[in-house]
């Protein structure tokens, strides 16, 4: 916010040779996305996945193509039990195997990543590719590694250089060459699946995602179709990615800050007695007699900052915004961390702190500046389900668990690991205690 009474909410900023027009505050932010959403709908560059993805897939292409196959996903994923009850059970069932599988540490320090990525995973890979992975499950745990450390690289340092020079950069020796390695692991993996598919299909009763798309595919005739094996692929790839690392990342920085705020845990803990008890499992209706979690869960997404500058957006024409114009293709960083922490909105920005949602009366508030799924025409179509992931999960843990930190709680660092297109906590353990 510094830079924001420097340069106002609106400034263009050089990445290398890329000229970026950066909108930082809720206010701009809105009036772009919102006011302006379909000049605002191209889709910039994001370099490392872009190395992968080529423009194909739902997330990372241009507006013409990706809204059909917004469409298609959105109905596909209702058609397997999106906000439906079904897979509310899906969820309490993963939640089930995750559950035991931290009884059965018995109290260890351990590193809970892997844990929490296996079970996040498992939610969407039921849907998409029609089965849950076991959790011993050697090629998952790959997978799990391959979606972490790309991840992550987009957050380092070389990693924003590569931003700024991918076009020497990706020919050049580096810790680059590893994200594409892990990049290239993941589409070779759903292109597998896609050939087990294939093979297996039958037109009349798809099975997931992947059959869905299939289908459509072979009743398509129109040459310019977006319905396509490529697009097959990038799209499952993004849905299978999307749907692991950001839900399961935001996780493991609510435990850390959990442990760190102990006062926060323990309210829970009181809210969940109280509301749930301990003899079922909680369910997602509970949450709207759960203000305090509810606020909790809120300000974890809105500390966590999961990513920071938003998906890179391109103006489709001439745009003319406020007092600038922004030539065609000109590209925009959304800066939704700015928007998340934007003072007119939250007393304590730079701090955690539940009451940032909750009223004088301690009833849920809500919050325009809420908007860590983005907003506009390409808001995150995911955001059903990861709210309904983030409650159900947190809220089961807490009914099961007490946190324990390896470190005293004034000692443990809740500042990030790295920042760059998303935000990684530190690395920590910590010990599930059984209630």
Known sequence: FSKLKHYGPVFTIHLGPRPIVVLCGYDAVKEALMDQAEEFSGRGTQATFDWLFQ????????????????????????????????????????????????????????????????????????????????????????????????????????????EMFYSVMKHLPGPQQQAFKELQGL????????????????????????????????????????????????????????GTETVSTTLRYGFLLLMKHQDVEAKIHEEIDRVIGRNRHPMFEDKAKMPYTEAVIHEIQRFSD???????????????????????????????????????????????????????????????AFVPFSIGKRYCFGEGLARMELFLFLTSILQNFRFKSSQMPQDIDVSPKCVGFATIPRNYTMSFVPR
């Open 306 to 368: 999961m990513i920071p500058m938003g998906l890179a957006r391109r103006v489709t024409k001439d745009t003319k915004f406020r007092d600038f114009l922004l030539p065609k293709d000109t590209e925009v960083f959304p800066v939704l961390g700015s928007v998340l922490r934007d003072p007119k909105f939250f007393s304590n920005p730079d701090d955690f702190h539940p009451q940032h949602f909750l009223d004088e009366k301690g009833q849920f508030k809500k919050s325009d």
């Open 55 to 162: 423009g194909y897939g739902v997330v990372f292409s241009n507006w013409e193509r990706a809204k059909p196959l917004r469409r298609f996903s959105i109905t596909t994923l209702r058609d397997f039990g999106l906000g439906k009850r079904g897979i509310e059970e899906r969820i309490q069932e993963e939640i089930g195997f995750l559950i035991e599988s931290f009884r059965e540490t018995q109290g260890a320090f351990i590193d809970p990543t892997f844990y929490l990525s296996r079970a996040v995973s498992n939610i969407i890979s039921s849907i998409v590719f029609g089965d849950r992975f076991d959790y011993e499950d050697k090629e998952f745990l790959l997978l799990l590694r391959m979606m972490l450390g790309s991840f992550q690289f987009t957050a380092t340092s070389t990693g924003q250089l590569y």
């Open 187 to 242: 589409e070779d993996f759903i292109v597998k699946k896609v050939e087990q598919n294939q093979r297996t299909l039958d037109p009349n009763s798809p099975r997931n995602f992947i059959d869905s798309f299939l289908i459509r595919m072979q009743k398509e005739n129109d040459s310019n179709t977006e319905f396509h094996m490529k697009n097959l692929v990038m799209t499952t790839l993004n849905l299978f990615f999307a």
